[in-house]
């Protein structure tokens, strides 16, 4: 090819863009949970593969991140074989053959039959961009028969990619630059912060009561609302996560009515993340926000009628895990026709969320019913991945309860456990010294001597003075457990005052 002959040029290539010439908002956000610690952890693992004893363990333990897949859990049974005919639908012109195999079982065809009705042949096809109409009923359903019969409408449900993106075009929508106030509970998962940045909106931060098991303090919340007004910035959304990630905490029926009460008198936008709804332990009851409103709806006629809440779910979590499948959803409550026509404008602005995943929300919210080919099989699945997580919470917990220097809220819900650490003097010197947080330090040490990756407490926000960690309970095996116990009770000598 001959070279390309160009008139003038004889001018001075301009330099490359830096970060003073880019979006600010993009700058300010941060996301800890694939945060510095994260990114050591993935330079250790590059060492380890390279060299497998050069280090004083022999993995990494991916604490950091609730992600259960990386963690070997194992996918439902009958969801990958209805993903796997939807992806292949040819497989359906060999049903007998691979039902009398028991390759697939016969739900498996018959579930992908009408799914592929639905989404209108075929996955690889754009779907409408609130989603396929056929699953936003079922997610309707499910969400009927959770709440006792409170009904719940196809036309009200959006399906997502991930809760990640309901809760994206909800604050791109109700966010209009400083003037808008979000109460967020701290801690809190970071995407909340980081979408505020985003959007360039003033954070309110709500405090969780660590000692009432990181409850909300609504006399604290209409406090700071009263405040927001007087400094001339509109409380507009609080964001509730129940059960809590990173403090696993469940919120009583009371709380969440009381949450209700401020935001009818302020007229504030309720946004309920709730994709732990299913992972709830022992003698611990969830209460869905819709239903909680119905009731006080219900209770007290005409107070309540101006609620608009919005509340999401997702197929990461659970027992079923898909994170990588990019599943949810999410339900208007009491939203004007006009603010959610925007909603559908960002939704068709993204064209249509993951057809797959959308198809993911109805194998998740909608189990083999009794008689079914694969009603046992799930149901055992099911039930053996909440066992296990269950099992490894109470480990844990019961590890940190014994410990000096350790303080632990027993765990409720989601995945985490969310413990204070109480540092010496010392060990906070020897942080600041090498220029980290306390709990960034703990957590640096933790990674260190046994591989096991944490989020420190600094990237949920704490209140001064405290210091804690996030840890999943999600990777297999009690090994990394004694692993982290013994470092722990070392760490808690060297560093006595
Ligand atoms: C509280 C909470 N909300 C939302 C998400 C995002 O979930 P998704 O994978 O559905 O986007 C997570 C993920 O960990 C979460 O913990």
Redesign the pocket.
């Known amino acids: 090819m001959s070279p390309l002959s160009l008139e003038n040029n004889d001018f001075q290539p301009a330099p490359k863009l830096s970060l003073k010439d880019i979006n600010e908002n993009v700058v300010d956000a941060k996301f800890a949970i694939r945060g510095s610690i994260s990114i050591k952890a993935e330079d250790l693992q590059v060492q380890l593969n390279k060299n497998p004893h050069c280090l004083p363990f022999d993995e990494i333990t991916v604490a950091n ?2 992600n259960p897949q990386e963690l070997n859990q194992k996918p439902l049974t009958f969801a990958r074989q209805v993903v796997s005919i939807l992806q292949y639908p040819e497989l359906l012109n060999n049903r007998d053959v691979l039902t009398k195999e028991k390759i697939f079982n016969s739900d498996s065809f018959d579930r992908a039959e009408r799914l592929l009705r639905d989404i209108g042949g075929s996955v690889g096809a754009y779907s409408a961009s609130q989603g396929v109409y056929g699953i936003r009923k079922t997610a309707a359903e499910y969400i009927t028969k959770r709440d006792g019969g409170e009904p719940s409408y196809p036309e009200d449900i959006f399906l997502t ?5 309901a ?1 994206s075009y909800l604050l791109s929508v109700l966010c209009r630059g400083p003037q808008t106030g979000v109460l967020i509970p701290i801690p809190q ?1 970071p ?1 909340y912060t980081a979408t505020l940045a985003l959007n360039k909106s003033t954070m309110i931060p709500y405090y969780l009561d660590e000692e009432s098991a990181w409850s909300t303090n609504t006399t604290e919340i209409e406090k700071l609302v009263l405040d927001s007004i007087k400094k001339g910035i509109k409380p507009s959304v609080i964001v509730v ?1 129940n059960p809590g ?1 990173p403090t696993g905490a469940v919120l009583s029926e009371l709380a969440i009515a009381k949450i209700f009460q401020i935001a009818a008198k302020y007229g504030i936008v309720v946004l309920a ?1 709730e ?2 709804q299913e992972n709830i332990f022992d003698g611990v009851q969830f209460h869905s926000t819709k239903k909680v409103l119905r009731g006080l709806q219900k209770q007290y006629p005409g107070k309540f009628d101006n609620i608009q809440l919005a509340s ?1 779910h ?4 659970g027992v079923f895990g898909e ?1 990588g499948q ?1 599943g ?1 959803y999410m339900e208007l409550v009491g939203f004007t026709d006009e603010v959610r026509q925007l909603l559908l404008k960002l939704a068709c602005l993204a064209v249509c969320s993951v057809v797959t995943g959308q198809a993911m929300v109805d194998l998740m919210l909608l189990p083999p019913k009794k008689g079914d080919a694969s009603y046992e099989l799930d149901k055992k699945e099911r039930q053996e991945i909440f066992d296990a997580m269950y099992e490894r919470a109470r480990k844990l917990y019961a590890m940190f309860d014994k410990l000096d220097g350790i303080e632990c809220q027993k765990p409720q819900g ?1 995945m985490y456990l969310y413990p204070s650490l109480i540092l010496s003097k010392k060990a906070i010197a020897k942080a600041e010294s090498l220029n980290l947080t306390p709990d960034e330090f703990y957590c640096h040490e933790l990674l260190d001597a046994t591989g096991i990756c944490t989020v420190p407490g600094s990237g949920f926000g704490q209140k001064k003075g405290t210091y804690h960690l996030r840890t999943t309970f999600l990777a297999p095996g009690i090994e990394w457990i004694n692993k982290w116990e013994k470092f722990h009770k070392h760490f808690y000598e060297k560093y006595q005052d």
């Open positions: 991140i609730g990619t991930g809760a990640t993106s809760a998962y995407l996560i990630n993340d994709v732990y999401m997702s197929t990461s979590k994170c990019r949810g989601a």
